[in-house]
């Protein structure tokens, strides 16, 4: 297990270990912070996000990955990458308040790069995501 740190830390981690990339060895991955580039990382390095689960703690959602490594590269959507495509699946309280929570911030980023005059597409495509995943999720 791999717990407590930094998404893109964990990476770095998983990276300089050739031994997990072993079909039997499971991986149990806790980021604090960079879910989304860790996700991101497993998916471009053939590692396979089997489940996934959110837990809280002192106020703050935390997802737990359980992982292996089968060598198949694959495609998450942005979305799927920030909130997690198991959790997307569960749904659940924890997971709609961490949704709501990162619409907010991706509202905010949009205003301000508006302000800004700086292009958000991107962030308005995964806006748009997010919020039909909260309409299949209520």
């Known amino acids: 297990s791999i717990c407590g740190m930094g998404g893109e830390m964990i990476a ?7 031994e997990l990339r072993e079909p039997d ?4 991955l806790q980021p604090m912070t960079s879910e989304d580039k860790l996700r991101a990382y497993l998916c471009e390095n053939g590692y396979d996000i ?3 689960v959110m837990v809280e703690d002192k106020g703050r959602v935390y997802a737990v990955m359980s992982v292996c490594f089968d060598g198949v590269v694959r495609e998450y959507t ?3 990458l920030l909130l997690g495509k198991k959790n997307i699946e569960k749904g659940g ?3 709609l308040r961490q949704l709501e929570r990162r619409m907010r911030i991706v509202t905010w980023t949009i205003d301000e ?3 800004a005059n700086l292009d958000c597409t991107e ?4 806006l748009k995501e997010m919020e039909k995943i909260k309409e299949k999720t209520t």
């Open 25 to 28: 060895v499971r991986l149990i």
């Open 93 to 95: 309280e924890l997971f």
């Open 50 to 52: 089997l489940d996934e």
């Open 12 to 18: 770095d981690i998983v990276t300089s270990a050739p």
């Open 78 to 80: 942005p979305a799927e």
């Open 123 to 126: 962030h308005e495509g995964l």
């Open 113 to 115: 790069r508006k302000t």
